[in-house]
């Protein structure tokens, strides 16, 4: 079945360090891939998505292109904030009318001053 | 994209007892989701809340535990019944639909005392 592979966490960096947050799936068809960001003691937000191969999905700085030939969709920012510090999901919607989502495990992510 | 309302925000409950969790979305979605995200945790899908008939449950869980409302397009519940501590944890809710993918709700943290 479906399932998504997320760096474990916790991610510690500085103030304007660059972010990477690894992501690889596994799928049968053509999945569209999603990272959710969730704040302390709040719901998930979509952050960013993207719905087919080489598409780059973008979104307060964040970036992750869909890579079909190595099934990954890492997310990058390129200088973090504290108000970055979250838990960051990926995920990933087999499509086919189902509209299930598969998670992965999450990366929770300090920015310190 | 769709805005879901998801209350209660937060409750503490004595073992035993029920609580229901409600989600009404600001427009018609074509699928509503329940999650379960434990402590530290990913997302753990529940059930899809089919309208007009019985939700589909995953693995390992019931609806005699679970049972689960959906009597229209926009309005949902989830009651989680006879709680003991295990069944502490976020519970979300997800309406998704093809023109605008998948929103969350903000999330019921629930704690069993």
């Known amino acids: 079945g479906d399932s998504v592979t997320q760096m474990e966490g916790p991610v510690t960096l500085s103030e304007e360090a660059f972010l990477t947050i690894n992501c690889t799936y596994t799928?049968?068809?053509?999945?569209?891939l999603f990272w959710y960001v969730q704040y302390p003691g709040e719901g998930l937000q979509l952050l960013l998505k993207?719905?087919?191969?080489?598409d780059k999905g973008s979104n307060k700085g964040f970036e992750a292109t869909y890579r079909k030939e190595t099934t990954s969709f890492h997310l990058e920012k390129g200088s973090v904030q504290v108000s970055d510090s979250a838990v960051y999901f990926c995920?990933?919607?087999?499509?086919?009318?189902?509209?299930?989502?598969?998670f992965g495990k999450g990366t929770k992510l300090s920015v310190i001053p | 994209s769709a805005v879901i309302s998801q209350k209660p925000s937060r409750d503490i409950c004595q073992r035993g007892t029920s609580l229901t969790i409600q989600c009404q979305v600001d427009?018609?979605?074509?699928?509503m989701f329940w999650y379960r995200q434990q402590p530290g945790q990913s997302l753990t899908l529940i059930a899809t809340?089919?309208?007009?008939?019985?939700?589909?449950?995953e693995s390992g869980f019931v609806i005699d535990k679970f049972p689960i409302s959906r009597p229209n397009l926009t309005f949902s519940t989830l009651t989680v019944s006879n709680m003991s501590p295990e069944d502490s944890s976020i519970y979300l809710c997800?309406?998704?639909?093809?023109?605008?993918?998948?929103?969350f709700g903000s999330g019921t943290r629930l704690t069993v005392v």
């Open positions: 995920a990933l919607g087999s499509g086919a009318g189902s509209y299930q989502l598969t």
């Open positions: 427009s018609q979605v074509t699928m």
């Open positions: 809340a089919n309208q007009g008939s019985e939700a589909t449950y």
């Open positions: 993207a719905t087919k191969a080489d």
């Open positions: 997800s309406g998704a639909g093809q023109n605008y993918g998948y929103t």
């Open positions: 799928a049968t068809g053509y999945p569209s």
